[in-house]
């Protein structure tokens, strides 16, 4: 199992361009989510999926759309980059069996975005 | 108000010797769990150990123990025998059992250094 797999690694925007990140994960699971690290701010949470075809706000969504069409990925998309999207960003899935609120989250390497 | 606080943003250790990383939460939900995350300076997030809120005993992992004081709603994470390897980033996080999509909140992180 490869686990959470994010693409790619490291990009570099300039203002105002496009571009997606894909996280995809092979073990099943229903919930997935994205979120951004900046220095002393710990993980802030952009979107979240609860299950295929479903999205939902997090924290700090602004700036980012995203879609599970499938239930093996979600994809996190930034229209109009901004300077202030320069970050870290990380892909999280969980799985729903037994009691959710004990499952812990399966992180992706990240992928490391700088915007010009 | 913040969900999860961690108010040490550095630490240091001697190699071998046992540190305590603190963690407070705050949450009405009777049913939640406590999380920590281990991120080393290659940048991957790795899950350690974790405590349900029902649960009477602290929770143990090797090397790792959480410190579970449900009244105090604190959830301090114990590393006996510091490594070198133990050197990182360490984040608390807690997740609801009320809440839809069982997000994640996290705290700011602990820096720690082992001296050896």
């Known amino acids: 199992n490869a686990g959470v797999t994010q693409t790619p690694k490291f990009r570099v925007l300039k203002t105002g361009q496009s571009m997606t990140l894909l996280c995809a994960q092979d073990m099943n699971h229903e919930y997935m989510y994205w979120y951004r690290q900046d220095p002393g701010m710990g993980l802030r949470l952009i979107h979240y999926s609860v299950g295929e075809g479903t999205t939902a706000k997090g924290e700090v969504p602004d700036g980012y759309n995203v879609s599970r069409l499938k239930k093996q990925n979600f994809l996190l998309g930034l229209e109009s980059a901004a300077p202030s999207q320069t970050s870290v960003y990380f892909c999280?899935?969980?799985?729903?069996?037994?009691?959710?609120?004990?499952?812990?989250?399966?992180f992706g390497p990240g992928t490391r975005l700088t915007v010009l | 108000a913040q969900k999860i606080t961690q108010t040490q943003p550095g630490m240091f250790v001697q190699e071998k010797e046992a540190v305590t990383l603190d963690c407070t939460y705050d949450?009405?939900?009777?049913?939640?769990?406590l999380f920590w995350y281990k991120q080393p300076s290659s940048g991957e997030m790795i899950f350690l150990i974790y405590q349900g809120s029902y649960d009477q005993q602290n929770a143990t992992e090797g090397r790792y123990s959480l410190n579970f004081q449900k009244a105090r709603k604190s959830a301090n994470l114990v590393i006996s025998a510091s490594q070198l390897g133990d050197s990182a980033m360490y984040f608390c996080?807690?997740?609801?059992?009320?809440?839809?999509?069982?997000?994640?909140?996290f705290g700011t992180g602990t820096s720690l250094t082992v001296i050896p």
């Open positions: 949450t009405s939900d009777p049913s939640y769990g």
């Open positions: 999280a899935s969980s799985y729903d069996k037994g009691t959710p609120f004990l499952n812990e989250q399966f």
């Open positions: 996080a807690m997740r609801e059992g009320r809440n839809t999509g069982n997000q994640f909140y």
